[in-house]
């Protein structure tokens, strides 16, 4: 009776709104959804949903949710809309949506709502809108709700969302955990830096920005939890910006000369986006984002391989035995980078079908010296000290392409395909000029020039197919994925090495003239087809099989001159190889998946039967192996909560020894370090327990992360060193130490929330630990590693007026050797940094930021480092969106970035100094150009 007085008195209102409203001439525009607990994912039948006009609130529309939760608004007219949704005991749910001629069928998916009870945990409401929605696992912001000053980025807005903060560089972390994938309207954006988008897309271009953690392909597919997830931004465009263009360039000329510029252009057209950029720099910026740097030198480029191991365990992390430089740019030497890009994709028939396609090209080139101190503890009383001298000049041209295409099929089937290729050439020049000592003793001096020029062609592709079967759950799909690699490389190795006796005295002289050649190809294909199988409503079953083939060649010569005709045609034969890899990998699993309410289990393993032959052309010899690889795996996860939620993992995995540690070469780049392979190397095996909790409170915008990780290794695979007391040289090669477990611990933990005056308060703290071994002319040496720390943070950002922060973090690091107990690295450090920016009348704005870096004198360095780098800026904007900018800048005003790092490993300790950005003064001038939506934008 109560349900059908309410629906009475609906229907009546409705009936007065219809004579009311005039009549639209289109009314085929719909609205779809279905309605559902949030936690037990029930559908709730008879649900009261209503359609209201957003100007004014009046009933358009009502109906009540079927058996299944389905609700259906089939003939509405164009416009801003409403939708209220109501269920007895569960909290309102409310979204505003519009329909015009860019989206006519507005589906909601599954409407999720909340019980009173844990409204305040789920749900925050501020003022007459709705700043957050938590719709499912989706935390969404309404942008049109928070204060962006004119011209401002999508940067700047995230800064005021609560539970999100955004560092000096543009690092994005949410609810305690890092951003790593930015899109725009569900489509990767240059896909390679989240900000990419979040500092040159416009903040009034944005409408809502939903955070959630992006499932793998598989897991979204199949709906069974994998564990890979990936924290993920969504920026949805307002309606009326997706169809204009816009972007910005800047110019920029210093002292010392200096300078950096970029361009970038972007237009909309609905479902299509095309965009390109262009920068030009010596100051550091190696492209748009905060970690093109990183990624400038491929590590998005290296071929993925499947994931059950088999097919990259002989591949080494170098790919060859020349030097070669990766593009890379960390902050060390003087970098000149050139880049550019495009971006374009699409969506079309019905957005059944799409593509996203990016190319880059570009440049880097750096140069400088590094002077490092080496110190190598070979017996409680004998040491080696090394100093040297390096000079490098690195270059890398590259060019990369690749692109996506997907196809829904039917409702049950979509396919996938990828495809990535990239041009690499390189050229490296290296300079070194050492001295070492046995205690206070002169051992050897040496002076060695390394020159390489090298090539790298990359191609990879994937075809990924899909398709839900019948019973709800049950899922089969494909993946292949071909991929091929050619490295080529050539270069000189001259070196004149003085030896001298144990009374300092030139005993002898060696001389080396070599013209090394590499030549490594490598052709794979991966599959791997994988079923799923639900036994009932909550347990399910993951099968997997897969069939993985890598054939491979590593042509590595060396050669000498001859005294007859000066040219480089004899061959050193045991500084050369010719070996041919072949190998057969079937691997195939089960991973069982139990869900049920809050608690979410999985539990399985993976095994790989690999056969595995290497071949050595230049004198036949052969290298026969079989083995099996295992990766058992379990995780649990209680949820309880959508903003809380505890995780346990464990897993297992075999690793190989890589071809770099079993192949029988010389390999001798630095003739006084010499490396040989161990054919009888075995395979050793990790264990991995892993823990996470994190609670995020809206209300408060408080959040806390709690995580740890212990690992051991049984049989690992250690290095011996064997360092000739007399001369210096070191041989090393690889074994195993069956009778030793290596392990290594990190944990930590992170609290951050809103405290008086709005400000933003962070704790975190953490410990990470190893202990691993070593062989020192065969003795055993174990060394222990260690290191805490703690850090405290203080922020806040008032839109138009002023952001402030204030960061100061103290550690210890402690460095032991069995070997040489009395001399380790402990010492004590800390780094307190801090920024501002001020907003002043007639559109002035100051910044600053400072860093001051500290670390103590230890027993092996007696001295300590200080280094305090200061940054400043002045500018102003002008006209009335604030589209120019003028600006004066210095960089590192005291005078003090000196490059600077200390490290242990094993037995031994380093320090190095290097060559890096120094004080310049830079001014500069940048215009952003808008005409979005038919015209400028107004704020």
């Known amino acids: ?136 696992d989706t935390t969404e912001y309404d942008a049109k709700t928070y204060k962006i000053q004119p011209n401002a980025k999508v ?51 944005v409408d809502k920005v939903q955070l959630y953690d992006k499932k793998s392909d598989q897991a979204t597919f199949t709906g069974i939890d994998d564990g890979q997830k990936t924290k993920t931004l969504n920026i949805k465009l307002k309606e ?31 479902k299509q986006k095309f965009s390109v950029y262009g920068t030009l720099s010596n100051t550091g910026k190696t492209g748009l984002g905060w970690n093109d740097n990183d990624k400038y030198g491929g590590g998005s480029d290296n071929v993925t391989y499947g994931d ?77 000290t090394t100093l040297s001298d390096q000079k490098f000049d690195n270059y890398l041209f590259r060019q990369k392409l690749d692109g996506t295409y997907n196809l829904k099929i039917d409702t049950t089937s979509n396919l996938k395909l990828t495809f990535g290729g990239t041009l690499k050439e390189s050229d490296t020049r290296q300079n070194f000029n050492s001295v070492s000592r046995r205690n206070d003793t002169l051992q050897n001096d040496n002076v060695r020039e390394l020159t390489t020029d090298g090539n790298q062609k990359l191609f990879n592709a994937s075809i990924f197919y ?11 799909s494909v993946n292949i994925a071909p991929s091929v690699t050619r490295n080529n490389a050539d270069g000189f190795l001259k070196s004149t090495i003085n030896y001298y006796d144990r009374s300092g005295a030139l005993d002898s002289t060696t001389n080396i003239d070599q013209y090394k050649v590499n030549d490594l190809q490598s052709v794979l294909l991966n599959s791997n087809i994988t079923y799923t199988e639900p036994f009932t409503k909550d347990f399910s079953v993951v099968l997997n099989y897969g069939v993985n083939i890598n054939n491979a060649t590593a042509d590595r010569r060396t050669f000498e001159r001859t005294v007859a005709n000066g040219i480089y045609n004899r061959q050193i034969d045991s500084l050369s190889s010719d070996f041919k890899l072949n190998q057969l990998s079937n691997q195939a699993g089960a991973v069982f998946n139990y869900k049920k ?38 995780s649990w996860q209680y949820r309880f909560s959508q903003q809380k939620s505890f995780r346990l993992s464990y ?9 770099d540690q079993v192949q029988p070469i010389r390999i001798n780049n630095d003739p006084l370090n010499i490396t040989l392979g161990n054919p009888d190397l075995d395979p050793s095996f990790t264990h991995r327990l892993n823990f996470n909790a994190n609670s995020y409170k809206v209300l408060a915008d408080e959040w806390m992360n709690l995580y740890g990780s212990y690992s051991f290794t049984t049989n690992p695979i250690v290095t011996n060193v064997f360092t000739d007391t007399i001369t210096g040289r070191s041989v090393i090669q690889s074994f195993n130490l069956p009778n030793r477990q290596t392990n290594n611990f990190y944990g930590g933990l992170w609290y951050n929330r809103k405290i008086f005056w709005g400000f933003n308060a962070g704790l975190n703290g953490n410990i990470n630990g190893n202990t ?37 973090r103290p550690s210890y690091n402690t460095n032991e050797t069995s070997l040489n107990p009395e001399r380790n690295s402990n010492g004590r450090a800390y780094n307190l940094s801090g920024g501002f920016n001020v907003y002043l009348p007639f559109k002035i704005q100051i910044g600053s930021d400072i860093e001051h870096e500290y670390q103590a004198a230890t027993q092996t360095f007696a001295d300590p480092f200080r280094r305090t780098i200061w940054n400043a800026s002045v500018t102003k904007t002008f006209m009335k969106q604030d589209n120019l900018r003028l600006s004066l800048a210095v960089n590192d005003l005291l005078n003090q970035n000196t490059g600077f790092s200390r490290s242990a490993n094993n037995n031994i300790i380093y320090q190095n100094t290097y060559t890096t950005i120094r004080r310049y003064f830079m001014f500069s001038i940048s215009y952003d150009f808008n005409h979005m939506g038919g015209g400028v934008a107004k704020n």
């Open 1 to 136: 009776m109560k349900y059908t007085i309410s629906a009475l008195i609906m229907l009546m209102m409705s009936c007065l709104t219809v004579f009311a409203q005039t009549p639209s001439p289109t009314t085929n525009y719909t609205a779809k959804g279905i309605v559902a607990d949030t936690v037990s994912n029930v559908k709730l039948e008879n649900a009261s949903v209503s359609i209201l006009l957003a100007k004014d609130s009046i009933l358009v529309s009502y109906t009540r949710a079927a058996s299944d939760g389905k609700f259906n608004f089939p003939k509405l007219a164009p416009g801003s809309y409403i939708l209220l949704v109501a269920y007895p005991d569960y909290a309102d749910y409310v979204e505003q949506f519009k329909l015009d001629g860019a989206k006519t069928d507005y589906n909601f998916g599954t409407v999720k709502l909340s019980l009173k009870s844990r409204l305040l945990q789920e749900v925050m409401i501020k003022g007459s809108a709705a700043q957050i929605k938590i719709k499912g």
């Open 466 to 476: 899909n398709k839900k079967l019948k019973k709800k759950g049950r899922t089969f």
């Open 651 to 659: 897993n297992g995995n075999t690793t190989q020894p890589t071809i």
């Open 772 to 808: 691993f071994y070593n062989m020192v002319n065969n003795q055993e040496n174990r060394t222990k590693a260690y290191s805490y720390s703690l850090g405290l943070s203080l922020s806040k950002y008032a839109t138009k007026k002023y952001d402030i922060r204030v960061d100061f």
């Open 240 to 270: 009326d910006k997706k169809k204009g263009s816009f972007g910005k360039a800047s110019a920029a000329v210093g002292t010392r000369d200096f300078y950096q510029g970029e361009l970038m252009f972007n237009t909309f057209k609905n």
């Open 155 to 205: 940067e700047d807005l995230l800064k005021q969302f609560q539970g999100i903060q955004v560092d000096k560089d543009g690092k994005i972390t949410a609810q305690g955990e890092t951003v790593s994938k930015v899109l725009v309207d569900g489509e990767e954006f240059f896909g390679d830096d989240p900000t990419l988008v979040t500092k040159n897309l416009r903040a009034d271009m």
């Open 308 to 384: 059950d191991g088999s097919v990259s365990i002989f591949f080494s992390s170098g790919g060859d035995e020349l030097d070669s430089f990766d593009g890379r740019y960390s902050g060390q030497g003087l970098p000149t980078a050139r880049t550019g890009g495009a971006h374009f994709d699409t969506k079309w028939n019905e957005d059944k079908e799409s593509v996203n396609g990016n190319y880059k090209i570009g440049s880097i080139e750096v140069e400088g010296t590094n002077n490092s101190i080496n110190i190598n503890n070979l017996s409680p009383t004998l040491s080696q």
């Open 597 to 634: 309410g809050k608690t979410t289990l999985n539990f399985g393993t993976r095994a790989a039967i690999v056969n595995f032959q290497q071949v050595n052309r230049i004198n036949n010899m052969r290298f026969d192996r079989n083995f099996t690889n295992w990766f058992p795996q379990a």
